[in-house]
């Protein structure tokens, strides 16, 4: 019976199933085929086959015909891995500004490979920004559970490798393609690389019918992707001569080189970020440092530099050992033969440094590999000074960090080819007085030379971690700067991190050779290096290090040359770019004086057979800018404060209003070097071959320095150090008396009033007008802080500002009411009576 029921049974399913598959059979003939569905990994082989070249490295990348498949072993899925993102050839048609150069770093991100369900691999998107590190406390698990890395890319899984250890997946079209990972980042760079973005291309969508992979190699740490992208550029009507009734659509074509590079699964130790040594930094949310609370820890930015195992005995007894790995810089290829060697000095000075830390050879300079084929500039193991073709006046030094310990994993240091006019430039300006080899326009050989050594030695410094030191120069005695003996022995400013050129105060008769105008690697610079880069084994972690740091800072500090002055501080006149020792006043006089020297020669010195006036036009500049500088130098001490970062085992302030009396001597310099008009900058002689008007050379130097004087940020300032000081401070009463008896002197005097005094005073008049009525714009005034702490600032409406710039105007209104009759000069009557008619209008306003 049960016999019978199950064959009947088997009967009845063979009928249904034919019965199916004719349905379908008939269906098909109606329809089309469903398309065939993935139907998971197959055989290697299959996807492997025997027509497949392989490269072996950190990934297997096997290329197949046009296809490309990584072969990711287990043991690698979940590890970190930072993608690196770099032009290295650039379009014709790319515009050439500070980006647009083979080399420009494009992107930087950290990634993992992870395995998923579904026979998938996921490409994960991995951010530092929040961590809890340690997995043994219910922390880490809520961390985890609200920050989960974002899915970038799903990769079906191919095939399984042979021996069953690793999985194999296509890359061709992800690599082909544009995305945040491998092409250009879609926002800014991280606060230790510069990125440049697409606009610096001007380059649109991807265009993929025009693009394809290049090459792929694989090495042991590291796989490096090149491929040509190319995208749409659309240039506006009227551009390059187009007519402006037409637009014109062209292509941007680029290769890129993407290089995916293991990071170290121990990572290196942090070392807390002091804000006394100005090292960069990298920053994220800590929820393990603080059980009652969340903090930031900030790490600063460094190599990793360890003595080798058998070392490490001499290394702790003071003994000079050389690194497991040194840093090692190599010079582009293209970069012209005859300055190679000067880059490698300025990158071979920082050995002095590196002594300091305990490390002899720590850092060298090499040529590039000729003939090599597995040197590649390209290749994210090797860091290079990379020479770009390009019309900017400029280098920079951008480093690729690991996020999660801030070590230092490779740098491309950007050198543009025209940064030798800049140096060019400077050196003329601030040298030729004292040093007979800079009054020509084409230097020799050997001095730009030495120039480029120590441009590459400030730009390999921060490389090395370093920020500029805006304040080290500060720490110089004036004098010393002319003293011959001692400025040759200890250099002109502490830190080669500075932004101190050259030695501008030695004056022609002090006979300081180039030994005393040139930077160098500093004090400082050895402090920073020492501070930054010595182990200290017997602490485990930068927590445990932070107390033993802290007191070896504060001893050294007691070194004023070791004080670091932050870049883009707003307040503190010590920490400025282009200036020198500790009293702008006096520093700026001899620079002047220097500056006078010069222009009297400059038709000579800058003359070349068979060439127009331009040397003379672009040096003529830059003495007007250089005067600029001096004359900002001298201006940051109005309302000044000076900043001096501590930790609260050191007495004193950190934040101290500026003297008085230094505020007060500022003013007077002003008056005496600017408002009293510097004629000797109006060389007709000059005026007449490079055209212009010193009229408005002179008036626009004025004007801005009357508007950062008469700014809310001065005034503000100046209201808050009367209230803190009361008696002892320098009040804006005082700031307008002082400034009234340098611009207004004719009141008294009852000279005439030149043209060059009667546009100072109406410009005068007019900057404290539009205080007690801003003119109406539609403009928004954004105010960027370069590093510096905002400070919050009184609101002229509400303050002292309003009611102090309204009562100095009605003086002033009426002691000009007062001296105009006793004006003999008709022109300068005018012009008085018309500055009251200005003040007249600002105090009473009509619709």
Request: charged content about 25%; glycine content about 6%.
């Amino acid at each position: 019976m049960r016999k019978s029921l199950r064959h009947f049974t088997l009967i009845v399913m063979a009928m249904t199933v034919a019965s199916i598959l004719f349905a379908q059979q008939r269906s098909d003939t109606t329809r089309p085929v469903s398309p065939t569905r993935p139907t998971g990994p197959k055989p290697y082989k299959e996807i492997i086959t025997d027509k497949a070249k392989t490269d072996d490295g950190l990934f297997k990348v096997h290329k197949l015909d046009d296809k490309y498949y990584f072969e990711i072993p287990d043991s690698l899925m979940g590890r970190d891995i930072m993608v690196v993102n770099r032009v290295t050839k650039s379009s014709i048609n790319s515009p050439k500004g500070f980006g647009g150069y083979a080399g420009d770093q494009i992107n930087e991100s950290v990634i993992r490979f992870e395995k998923a369900p579904g026979n998938k691999i996921y490409l994960k998107s991995v951010s530092y920004s929040i961590m809890s590190k340690d997995s043994s406390q219910p922390m880490y698990q809520a961390v985890m559970n609200s920050n989960i890395q974002p899915i970038s890319a799903s990769f079906d899984i191919k095939a399984f490798s042979k021996d069953s250890t690793g999985e194999v997946i296509e890359m061709t079209d992800y690599l082909n393609s544009d995305n945040d990972i491998i092409a250009f980042a879609s926002g800014g760079g991280t606060s230790t690389s510069v990125l440049i973005g697409k606009s610096s291309f001007q380059a649109g969508g991807l265009q993929a019918d025009k693009s394809y992979i290049s090459g792929i190699r694989s090495f042991p740490v590291n796989i490096e992707v090149s491929a040509i992208k190319t995208y749409s550029k659309t240039i506006s009507p009227g551009f390059g001569g187009i007519p402006s009734s037409t637009g014109s659509q062209q292509n941007i074509t680029l290769e890129i080189n993407s290089s995916f590079v293991l990071l170290p699964a121990k990572t290196m130790t942090q070392r807390s970020y002091d804000s006394r040594i100005g090292y960069f930094s990298r920053s994220y949310t800590d929820y393990d440092l603080n059980p009652q609370g969340v903090e930031n820890t900030t790490m600063i930015t460094r190599w990793r530099l360890e003595p080798k195992d058998e070392d490490l005995q001499k290394y702790l007894n003071d003994e000079l050992v050389e690194p497991k790995k040194p840093i090692i810089f190599y010079i582009d290829p293209a970069t012209p033969k005859k300055w190679v060697p000067y880059l490698i000095q300025g990158i071979n000075d920082w050995q002095v440094a590196f002594e300091k830390a305990g490390f002899k050879n720590a850092i060298i300079g090499k040529e590039a590999p000729v003939n090599d084929p597995e040197w590649s500039l390209q290749d994210s193991r090797y860091s290079a000074i990379v020479y770009k073709p390009s019309t900017v006046e400029n280098a920079y030094g951008p480093i690729v960090t690991d996020p999660r310990s801030g070590e230092i994993l490779e740098s491309h240091v950007g050198w543009f080819h025209n940064v030798m006019k800049l140096i060019h430039d400077w050196y003329f300006v601030q040298a030729a007085a004292v040093d007979t080899a800079a009054r020509k326009m084409q230097y020799d050989d050997e001095l730009m030379g030495q120039l480029i050594r120590f441009v590459s030695s400030h730009e390999v410094g921060h490389t090395l971690g370093l920020q500029h030191n805006w304040g080290s120069s500060a720490t110089v005695p004036v004098e010393n700067l002319r003293n011959k003996a001692w400025v040759e022995a200890n250099g002109h400013t502490p830190s080669i991190m500075d932004y101190a050129r050259f030695n501008y105060v030695a004056q022609p008769g002090d006979n300081i050779s180039e030994k005393g105008l040139f930077p160098r690697i500093g004090d400082y610079d050895k402090w920073a290096i020492e501070w930054g880069y010595r182990l200290f084994p017997q602490y485990k972690n930068a927590e445990e290090e932070k107390a033993y740091l802290n007191k070896w800072v504060i001893e050294k500090l007691k070194n004023q040359r070791l004080w670091f002055g932050r870049q883009g501080s707003p307040d503190d006149p010590r920490s400025q770019n282009e200036d020198l020792g500790d009293d702008a006043m006096k520093a700026s006089g001899y620079g002047i004086k220097n500056l006078q020297y010069i222009l009297p020669h400059l038709m000579e010195w800058t003359r070349q057979e068979n060439k127009d006036y331009t040397n003379l036009n672009d040096i003529y500049g830059e003495i007007t800018n250089q005067f600029s500088r001096y004359m900002g130098h001298v201006a940051k001490n109005i309302a000044g404060i000076y900043e001096t970062p501590k930790m609260v085992e050191e007495a004193g302030a950190i934040y101290e209003f500026v003297p008085k009396a230094k505020q007060k001597e500022a003013v007077d310099f002003l008056n005496k070097q600017l408002f009293n008009t510097p004629v000797w900058l109006a060389d007709n002689n000059i005026y007449n071959r490079i055209g212009g008007s010193p009229l408005i050379t002179i008036g626009n130097i004025q004007e801005s320095i009357l508007n950062r004087l008469f700014s809310a940020n001065t005034l503000s300032k100046l209201i808050q150090s009367e209230a803190a000081q009361e008696n002892q401070a320098y009040t804006i009463s005082e700031l307008f008396s002082d400034l009234k008896k340098g611009i207004w002197s004719e009141l008294t005097s009852k000279k005439k009033i030149d043209v060059y005094r009667r546009n100072l005073q109406k410009s005068y008049v007019n900057i404290l007008a539009n205080i007690i009525a801003p003119p109406k714009t539609s403009e928004t005034t954004i105010i960027i802080n370069f590093g510096g702490t905002a400070r919050p600032q009184l609101n002229a409406d509400k303050s002292d500002i309003k009611s102090m710039v309204r009562a100095h105007l009605t003086s002033l209104r009426n002691e000009i009411r007062s001296a105009i009759p006793s004006i003999p000069d008709e022109m300068s009557r005018y012009h008085l009576q018309d500055v009251v008619t200005r003040i007249d209008n600002a105090l009473n306003p009509k619709d």
